[in-house]
């Protein structure tokens, strides 16, 4: 009991194991689980926990993620890459709105029209080509300006040489930070001005996205916490990460399960 207060609290009170009736070993498996790419059906099965606990568990540790992220904001500098890539919108674990306009489909399965449409959910990145990772979600298509202001403001140094594809709403960044704003296509020598790293944080976001099975579309940023950090982690920084997350300590992060499933969603 707290003297000042006169609360109780056990050794898990304010950590990601609160409220939880498996062990720290159990949570750091499947922390490692979720790092790895693995399905919640595929952690239910392995620890012997319905669906739902696996769910709740993953979403306490996506969120745990995010907190990371805001209490340790990443500032991109030197060479950095921006670009968007495209997911298929998913309502995985509910009906269809009729909003949405189209019909269920299986997981897997593409988008009804070829190319950019409104079935497809937009992840904004920025990357550092030695350094970290910013990638968001806000709305479908392409981003406009405004929204990459939301993104991106506080996450760019001035002295920042960012290369982009040549999308007009990347100019805003200019004002944003006032860093150098570069389109890769207008470059007549390549040299340094490509896009490989963004496209690889791409690759690797899909194809983790796929081994997900994909993503209700109203959780993607928590995902996105995943993919920012993941991506830049080698496996020896990855049983790190998980094990300073696992550790029953004040740096864990406790969310209720009614954070979990209204706290920082995408609604669009």
């Given at each position: 009991?707290?003297?000042?207060?006169?609360?109780?609290?056990?050794?898990?009170?304010?950590?990601?194991?609160?409220?939880?009736?498996?062990?720290?070993?159990?949570?750091?498996?499947?922390?490692?689980?979720?790092?790895?790419?693995?399905?919640?059906?595929?952690?239910?099965?392995?620890?012997?926990?319905?669906?739902?606990?696996?769910?709740?568990?993953?979403?306490?540790?996506?969120?745990?993620?995010?907190?990371?992220?805001?209490?340790?904001?990443?500032?991109?500098?030197?060479?950095?890459?921006?670009?968007?890539?495209?997911?298929?919108?998913?309502?995985?674990?509910?009906?269809?709105?009729?909003?949405?306009?189209?019909?269920?489909?299986?997981?897997?399965?593409?988008?009804?029209?070829?190319?950019?449409?409104?079935?497809?959910?937009?992840?904004?990145?920025?990357?550092?080509?030695?350094?970290?990772?910013?990638?968001?979600?806000?709305?479908?298509?392409?981003p406009s300006g405004?929204?990459?202001?939301?993104?991106?403001?506080?996450?760019?140094?001035?002295?920042?040489?960012?290369?982009?594809?040549?999308?007009?709403?990347?100019?805003?960044?200019?004002?944003?930070?006032?860093?150098?704003?570069?389109?890769?296509?207008?470059?007549?020598s390549r040299g340094?001005?490509?896009?490989?790293?963004?496209?690889?944080?791409?690759?690797?976001?899909?194809?983790?996205?796929?081994?997900?099975?994909?993503?209700?579309?109203?959780?993607?940023?928590?995902?996105?916490?995943?993919?920012?950090?993941?991506?830049?982690?080698?496996?020896?920084?990855?049983?790190?990460?998980?094990?300073?997350?696992?550790?029953?300590?004040?740096?864990?992060?406790?969310?209720?399960?009614?954070?979990?499933?209204?706290?920082?969603?995408l609604l669009i």
């Amino acid at each position: 009991m707290c003297h000042d207060c006169k609360q109780t609290y056990m050794h898990t009170t304010n950590s990601l194991m609160a409220n939880s009736h498996y062990t720290q070993s159990i949570w750091i498996d499947f922390i490692q689980d979720t790092l790895y790419g693995k399905t919640l059906d595929d952690s239910a099965e392995k620890y012997g926990f319905s669906h739902q606990t696996a769910f709740n568990m993953r979403h306490k540790v996506l969120m745990a993620l995010q907190d990371l992220l805001e209490k340790n904001p990443v500032l991109l500098s030197g060479i950095a890459e921006f670009d968007e890539t495209f997911v298929p919108d998913c309502y995985k674990g509910g009906p269809v709105p009729e909003s949405a306009g189209r019909k269920a489909r299986k997981h897997g399965a593409k988008a009804a029209k070829r190319g950019i449409s409104k079935e497809y959910i937009s992840i904004c990145t920025g990357i550092q080509r030695d350094g970290g990772v910013v990638a968001a979600s806000v709305n479908r298509a392409k981003p406009s300006g405004k929204e990459l202001d939301e993104i991106f403001r506080g996450h760019i140094a001035e002295s920042a040489l960012v290369l982009t594809d040549g999308l007009r709403s990347y100019r805003v960044l200019e004002t944003l930070a006032g860093c150098t704003v570069v389109d890769i296509n207008r470059e007549e020598s390549r040299g340094i001005f490509n896009l490989n790293t963004v496209n690889s944080l791409h690759s690797f976001i899909k194809e983790t996205y796929n081994q997900y099975r994909g993503v209700a579309a109203k959780y993607i940023n928590r995902y996105n916490a995943l993919f920012s950090i993941a991506f830049r982690c080698a496996n020896d920084l990855k049983d790190t990460l998980f094990l300073s997350l696992g550790t029953v300590s004040r740096e864990c992060y406790w969310h209720s399960i009614k954070d979990v499933r209204n706290r920082q969603l995408l609604l669009i």
